[in-house]
């Protein structure tokens, strides 16, 4: 397959899927989802946490300018990945 016709594949880049891409970041780094190169699960609380404070730092840097939409899928990333950091570390 051209490069071409692997970028006419990826979906819109807008602010919903950036959101969306770093909470499945945080997962794989949770050891929610598997590594997609290794396909391990495997915990890296340091770089959950980063990823978690990266969206927090989103939240508070668009207060104001976002969708409706939009302000629910982070407050609910949010709130979901906290909780399940909270699990894992044992807090």
Known sequence: MEEKERREELPPVNFSMFVLSLNTSALVHLG???D????????????AKQTIDILDMLKEKTRGNLTREEEKLLDSILYELRMIFLRVSGQ
């Open 36 to 47: 997609p190169h290794t396909q391990e699960k495997k915990k890296n609380l340091p770089l």
């Open 32 to 34: 929610e989802l598997p």
